[in-house]
């Protein structure tokens, strides 16, 4: 399944359906021109071949065009933006299925012109490749005009927003409540589990691992997905020690790259990085960190208003798996700590994470959830502290002052 979603991201195996699908219409159109008499062409057979040849040569050209184009615009969002947003551009259905019907219409003429002869046109075919040279030129302005969409700023930040708060509702679909009491069988001594390579844990398999070290009576998955481990991390604690008997490493997924299937940390990462380069002397451009910084707020107030997802699962004749998920506090942080680093020499961008952090600190107050308004209090005063002795006027350090007072003040 992971490895379909890699596919599904490139660039590849959606252009190779939509490419071979034209192939196959070419041939069903042969077949169908040698089973009737109907003439929908009025040409002759160096006329089908001209048009299928012009057909033809032009498509793959602008296939060479859109692939170029394509190309550069992953490479300018690399450097200008995050190089982890990429993914998600190459995943884009619109590109890939035009980028597909390029190559599809070229190998759909060259497979009709080898069927034409002297005496025998395949006019169904031939007046069908008119019509799709007509739609590929069609494609052609609407691939520009995407791909010229695609790469604004505001719309990778708010592609990249919705996938997390997509990601949040899949994982997260219950409402906030109190986590559920601690098993006494997490206690005592314990083997430690390692993977047998080095990268991004993308997933994590419970039920395999359950499955795989049914003899254990707890086991204790140490990481989550979106965590970084080499041969040598601990992965899982297997209790008691005797049960562990070298399986259970398959469970854990290790891939190059991190993505959202599991792991929402990735979206706020992608966000956060965008931010922050925004900020750096070679960019400065503040409006793009307040634009993801709005983003920011968003999704991490949809997960103030979430209950984190079950952690313990006991299997019927089996072991009790424990296998946590980030949590709240950690996807905070992660979400406007290292902007405020970043952005305290600029009034304007701390004032908007500010402004975000209330707003997720009165979903909490809304829900009850008096440690996650903590944490809320905790980063804010971590912003506003060494902003107001960055600000550069009275102003600027008595609105900081005012904004961090009110969440100071929330209850």
Known sequence: ??????HLHGLWLVPGIVATALALLGLAL??????????AFAGNADAARVVLSVVAGSLITVAGLAFSITVLTLQLVSSQYTPRAVRSLMGDRTSQVVAGAFVGIFAYCLLVLRSVQEDDVPSIAVTGAIVLGLVGLALLLVFIHHFGQSIKVDEICARVARETLSAVDRLYPEPYGEPDPTPEAFTGEAAVLVVDRAGWVRAIAVDRLARELERARSIEVLVVPGDFVTATTPVAAIRPPDAADGRGAA????????????DVAFGIRQLADIAVRALSPGVNDPTTAVTCIGYLGAIVERIAGKRA?????????????????PTFERLLGEAFLEIGRHGQGDPRV???????????GRVAIDIGAEDRLLSVKFVASELAGPAGQSARTDRERTELAAQAARIRDLA
């Open 1 to 6: 399944m992971s490895r379909l979603r890699n």
């Open 30 to 39: 042969v077949a169908l021109d040698e089973r009737t008499d109907v003439e």
């Open 251 to 262: 469970a854990f997924e290790i891939a190059r790259e991190r993505d959202l299937e599991e």
């Open 309 to 325: 997802p079950e952690a313990d699962r006991r299997f019927e004749g089996g072991p009790v798996v424990r296998a946590p998920g």
């Open 350 to 360: 701390v004032a908007a994470a500010l402004t975000a952090l209330e707003g997720v």
